[in-house]
């Protein structure tokens, strides 16, 4: 069944966001997340994918079924290129813009088209296991 605090999660993970964005440098922002990904990088892609489920709520409330927007994440790898040119704070207010709009999308979502989309995947309501992975990763690279 639905987690009945996915709403409070995700609220908490886009706080976890601002939270994280809202004291760092110019210099921070282009900190390595791994091999080829940079803070800034890591806001850019949770913005695309949470654009993606933007555009799977559009076509499941559209279609009145689970219409899912099926992308395959090599698309990480096509996009780091475009995604290394957006300067920090536009990566910070995609994020963050991005994140407030599904939030809101999915608070207001109805239910049982909610219920088939967390059946389907649960990071597709349940944005915080995602976000959270790479704010994880971003914090780990922060502190090193």
Do not use: C
Request: glycine share 0%; net charge negative.
């Amino acid at each position: 069944p639905l987690d009945p605090n996915y709403n409070q999660l995700n609220r908490e993970s886009t706080e976890r966001i601002k939270k994280i964005a809202s004291n760092l440098t110019d210099e921070q922002f282009q900190t390595r997340v791994g091999e080829h990904w940079t803070v800034a990088i890591a806001l850019v892609h949770l913005a695309f994918w949470d654009k993606r489920v933007l555009a799977t709520l559009e076509s499941t409330a559209k279609n009145k079924k689970l219409s899912v927007v099926e992308v395959d994440t090599v698309v990480n790898d096509l996009s780091l290129p475009i995604w290394a040119t957006v300067p920090a704070k536009e990566a910070i207010k995609l994020a963050i813009e991005t994140a407030e709009e599904l939030d809101n999308q999915l608070e207001k979502f109805p239910k049982d088209l909610l219920e088939e989309m967390y059946n389907h995947n649960k990071r597709l309501v349940v944005r915080a296991l995602h976000r959270n992975e790479h704010l994880d990763e971003v914090e780990a690279a922060l502190k090193k």
